[in-house]
């Protein structure tokens, strides 16, 4: 029931891009992207909604892809303040926004 | 506006004592979660309230945790008695309805010893 991420990790330069993906077995309602710096609070990014839109802010974007019960994170030209914990966050419905979280993406971005 | 309110930040506690933490959620948020996050893993969620009402508390290990909202506003969370396996950070984050984006508080970390 959790959803799968991947990679588990990832190392980048700065200015290199990252596609971090998330895939559940059960039909989604919506997909909610969290960055988590280390010893601090999830950050919210991004809902997207049933109907396969695809958001962005500043240079990071995502997509959901409903009947594959997928989402993908893009993140271009990473900064330095990229690095952190990403979670994604899916919820099956049922009106209440019970979100099961991944177990994360670690990404580090270096100069 | 201010953010998620959480006290403790730390708690170091031997077996079987108990704790409370508590929360206070973002003004005029409805909805509050308690998620217990353990080290390398994606925050799990314990309980969520809408207003001072339990919506779901399908994962809360009853026979040791329990939580209330009073008055729909602040909530704690409690363990009693607490095992090792509890040692994680508890979150809690609060919502403005029902659906959409979580506020997470800075969290309580939790050591068991």
């Known amino acids: 029931q959790q959803p799968v991420q991947s990679p588990q990790a990832v190392i980048l330069r700065e200015g290199e891009d990252a596609v971090i993906n998330c895939s559940s077995s059960?039909?989604?309602?919506?997909v909610h992207w969290y960055r988590q710096k280390h010893g601090e609070a999830p950050v919210f990014l991004m809902i997207l909604l049933k109907g396969g839109e695809q958001k962005g802010h500043d240079k990071i974007s995502a997509s959901f892809n409903e009947k594959k019960q997928q989402s993908s994170l893009y993140l271009t030209a990473s900064q330095l303040s990229y690095s952190g914990t990403y979670f994604c966050g899916t919820e099956g419905g049922g009106g209440y926004n019970k979100l099961i979280f991944g177990a994360g993406t670690r990404l580090a971005v270096h100069p | 506006e201010a953010g998620v309110a959480q006290s403790p930040r730390y708690k170091i506690i031997e077996k079987r004592q108990s704790v409370a933490f508590w929360c206070n959620p973002i003004s005029g948020h409805a909805t509050l979660y308690w998620y217990q996050q353990i080290l390398g893993q994606g925050p799990k969620l314990l309980i969520q309230f809408q207003n001072n009402g339990v919506v779901d508390d399908s994962q809360l290990p009853k026979d040791r945790f329990s939580a209330e909202r009073l008055k729909g506003v602040d909530s704690t969370l409690k363990i009693q008695p607490a095992k090792l396996e509890d040692s994680a950070v508890y979150l809690c984050?609060?919502?403005?309805?029902?659906?959409?984006?979580?506020?997470f508080g800075p969290g309580t970390r939790l050591t068991v010893t």
């Open positions: 059960k039909a989604l309602y919506s």
């Open positions: 984050a609060s919502s403005p309805g029902s659906r959409g984006e979580q506020y």
